[in-house]
């Protein structure tokens, strides 16, 4: 649901929108979700999540609104990738430590 909406609007709205009332007097929509919003727990995507966002600014824009989405789920879920890299760094780094020790042993 759209809980909370900042307006940018030829019509001057101070603070937040609350109802769908109010949207009606703004022409641009910017939706701010964070990273526990498009993110699952484990990092990954809320695909179900997001598809109802998009589902809401399509429902927006039908309207005539200009939305802009702003998150920073890209960080969350770019968090998980660099410590799956790190994790297969480590794992590298050990096999060719244990492979080049066994070779001076030879």
């Not at 109802?19 to 995507?45: E, H």
């Not at 997001?50 to 960080?75: D, F, H, P, R």
């Not at 096999?95 to 020790?101: G, K, Y």
Request: net charge positive.
């Amino acid at each position: 649901s759209l809980s909370m909406i900042k307006s940018n609007s030829s019509t001057k709205l101070d603070g937040p929108i609350y109802s769908r009332a109010q949207l009606a007097n703004v022409r641009r929509v910017v939706i701010k979700a964070g990273t526990s919003v498009v993110c699952n727990p484990d990092g990954r995507f809320s695909l179900s999540r997001l598809a109802a966002i998009v589902e809401q600014i399509a429902e927006l824009q039908l309207m005539g609104k200009e939305c802009i989405l702003v998150t920073s789920g890209a960080v969350g879920c770019g968090r998980r990738q660099l410590r799956k890299q790190a994790l297969l760094g480590t794992t590298t780094r050990q096999q060719l430590t244990a492979a080049s020790s066994s070779e001076d042993v030879a």
